[in-house]
């Protein structure tokens, strides 16, 4: 007996309840979308951008806007470990509680690429002519997309063993995600911060999110200017192994289970 | 002669704030559970009822101690041991997203029923926990007492052999008590073994084929009712209770039952 079969019915637990919403979701995350891709893409331009900055800031967008949901389900399960615990009732179940802790990961995951693949198209729609598709390595930005997606998965996983409670979770917008982001090459590349000082591009090193970012952009927009694709790729999967692990083992302490 | 089903063994379970010990919730529990029995865990709040139920359960690990299954520890078997265990906890934990006929599907098929076995077997609880009007109703539209039952037949999907009711009854009317209590009552007739946790002593003399006293962690008294009232020389459970409870002198049963 193992709990595979336990694992692959909490993912489609998961799904069925991400279907029900999807729409729903879609609808608020495209919103944020747009808007950004308008404001950064095209007004920007009209500041000194350079042109083809809105392809530029729409496949840092697409890539990681769904991390948006999965920090939802940080404060969602938060909330049921101070509340319902309906997680006690799958800790019972014939699986181990780390293969839970794992599920749940790729759960979200699987749920962040719903949520913004979507994205493509729409933001293709948004810089239509500012998008060469001709350029776009298309294998490599599905190995980029589902890895960067797995990384958001276990590192919310990581938040959720680390943070203790719901007040925690606001701080953690503020103090951690939004540096994180907005220094994760949201809206520049790693050699802009590189340009602008050494020792700013090295500290960004340290930074998950770059390599998301840069990952993205080498293999929808072509390899020059950005950090090797293979490199981000490495680094990304070195974060989601340490961050699954830890949190495997904080969640264990949390939950006090077996 | 009644076939031995568990054996628990020297159980502790300490609580910790980082390093320092905050409490030592049970301090040595040993006792035998046999098929097909009622066992009923009696104690005051914080007397370990609820740490001993949760860790039958395998939801926490003891800090000491084992729990024998066909002779080896659970541990060793955890997940086929889980496969033929029901935990029905004191606080409701159920998928609000979900109606409790759905909720009923999705444990079944965790347990590794099919979609048509889960199914049947949620018509088939449903019937008999009167549960059939709720069945598209979300949790929160429910009362206390249809919570309980949903529980327990989520609790019973898979067709346990052990049953932890972790005070199923607790705030409940009378009449939705006397409700559960025929429905725990038809678990031992099906040959199922029940751990009930429960405050009423009422109810642990009516349901429980032998009654475990615990306090401050440690079993008091574990007996029949019947034999508890002989020896202790009291007209009621309540009575030998109380004396236990009362009395820090009183003597500790630490043996196998």
Request: charged share 20%; proline share 3%; net charge positive.
């Amino acid at each position: 007996m193992n709990g595979w079969p336990v694992f692959f019915q909490l993912i489609r637990k998961d799904l069925t309840v991400f279907k029900r919403s999807f729409w729903k979701k879609f609808f608020d995350t495209s919103i944020l979308f747009i808007t950004n891709v308008l404001a950064f893409g095209y007004f920007l331009q009209q500041e000194g951008a350079h042109e083809g900055y809105a392809a530029f800031f729409v496949i840092g967008a697409i890539a990681s806007f769904g991390f948006i949901e999965i920090v939802g389900k940080v404060g969602i399960q938060l909330a049921d470990m101070g509340g319902d615990r309906t997680i006690f009732h799958t800790l019972v179940m014939p699986i181990r509680s780390r293969m839970v802790f794992y599920y749940m990961g790729i759960s979200w995951a699987m749920t962040s690429i719903l949520m913004s693949i979507l994205l493509f198209p729409l933001g293709k729609l948004l810089v239509f002519t500012e998008w060469n598709l001709a350029g776009i390595s298309w294998w490599r930005l599905m190995v980029m997309f589902v890895t960067a997606n797995l990384f958001f998965g276990y590192f919310a996983l990581w938040l959720t063993g680390i943070l203790k409670n719901m007040t925690d979770l606001n701080q953690l917008w503020l103090r951690y995600i939004a540096p994180m982001w907005m220094f994760g090459g949201y809206v520049y590349s790693w050699q802009s911060a590189y340009a602008l000082s050494p020792i700013v591009g090295y500290i960004s090193l340290i930074n998950p999110m770059i390599y998301v970012m840069e990952g993205m952009r080498a293999a929808a927009l072509g390899q020059a200017g950005y950090l090797p694709f293979w490199v981000s790729i490495l680094m990304l999967w070195i974060f989601i192994f340490a961050c699954s692990l830890h949190a495997s083992r904080r969640l264990r302490q949390k939950l006090d289970c077996i | 002669m009644k076939k031995l089903f568990l054996q628990i063994k020297h159980i502790t379970k300490n609580y910790y704030d980082g390093r320092r010990v905050l409490k030592k919730a049970l301090q040595g529990i040993s006792l035998d559970l046999y098929q097909g029995e009622v066992l009923g865990l009696l104690g005051v709040n914080g007397a370990g009822k609820t740490t001993l139920v949760s860790i039958l359960a395998t939801l926490h690990p003891p800090t000491t101690g084992e729990i024998l299954w066909n002779g080896a520890s659970i541990y060793d078997a955890l997940l086929p041991f889980r496969s033929v265990v029901g935990y029905c906890p004191q606080h409701p934990n159920i998928e609000k997203d979900f109606s409790l006929g759905e909720n009923l599907v999705i444990s079944g098929q965790c347990y590794g029923l099919s979609k048509k076995e889960a199914e049947e077997r949620k018509k088939e609880l449903a019937k008999d926990f009167n549960l059939e009007p709720y069945l598209d109703a979300n949790i929160d539209q429910v009362s206390g007492g249809y919570k309980q039952r949903f529980l327990i037949a989520r609790a019973l999907m898979h067709r346990p052999h052990l049953v932890i009711l972790d005070e199923p009854t607790v705030g409940l009317d009378s009449h939705i008590r006397r409700e559960l209590w025929d429905v725990i009552s038809s678990l031992r007739k099906q040959g199922i073994t029940v751990v009930l946790t429960t405050h009423y002593l009422d109810e642990a003399e009516k349901l429980s084929d032998r009654i475990c006293l615990i306090h401050e962690g440690l079993v008091r008294i574990i007996d029949t009712p019947e034999n508890l009232k002989k020896q202790h020389q009291k007209n009621s459970l309540e009575e030998v209770f109380l004396k236990f409870v009362d009395d820090p002198n009183a003597e500790i049963f630490s043996g196998e039952a």
